[in-house]
């Protein structure tokens, strides 16, 4: 939808911020955001008219190579209502993060299966680097997907057989990008 230009266009700068608790945060992603839902510490919602059109997560990160008071933080989740297209959304988000939570940047990374990161730099994200394919693994029947942690976990350790149904699956990597809210 968003790439075909048949999206409702709301403008950011006529939403509010405000946290989200994890279970509003948990159902939105499960609901609308394609790897679903994943625990973040730190948690927006942007409302259009009193309803939930967009959300975003962070978690803190430690950088005591940057110094004792550098704080860093990681864009893990950003979602909007399918077929809404919030100009200037994820930007009035990382402007309430840094008001609220006064981090010195933020990272995040943009999957190359679906980006190019194209969006980051519209928002004066600084590319710093790529991150190289990831193996995991997806059931051909429910098309559930799991880390590749996982799947040796799952497996018989006297066996090694490959558990039924699922496939090794490679992703692109991601693309890495630091916003220094200037």
């Avoid at 967009?54 to 004792?68: D, E, H, I, T, Y």
């Amino acid at each position: 939808l968003y790439f075909s230009n048949l999206t409702e266009r709301i403008h950011g700068r006529k939403c509010n911020v405000l946290p989200l608790s994890n279970t509003d945060f948990k159902s939105f992603l499960n609901q609308h955001h394609l790897q679903g839902f994943i625990s973040c510490k730190i948690r927006y919602g942007l409302f259009y008219q009193d309803c939930l059109v967009a959300v975003a997560g962070f978690n803190q990160l430690r950088m005591p190579s940057k110094g004792l008071n550098y704080r860093s933080s990681e864009l893990l989740r950003y979602c909007t209502l399918p077929g809404i297209n919030i100009s200037g959304g994820l930007s009035k988000l990382l402007k309430a993060h840094y008001k609220i939570d006064g981090f010195d940047d933020v990272m995040s990374y943009a999957d190359r299966d679906w980006s190019n990161g194209v969006g980051y730099k519209s928002l004066n994200f600084k590319f710093v680097g790529e991150t190289p394919k990831v193996k995991f693994y997806v059931n051909t029947e429910n098309y559930e997907r799991i880390s590749n942690i996982k799947y040796l976990k799952k497996l018989d350790c006297s066996t090694h057989l490959k558990l039924a149904n699922f496939v090794e699956v490679f992703n692109s990597g991601n693309l890495k990008f630091i916003f220094k809210g200037e």
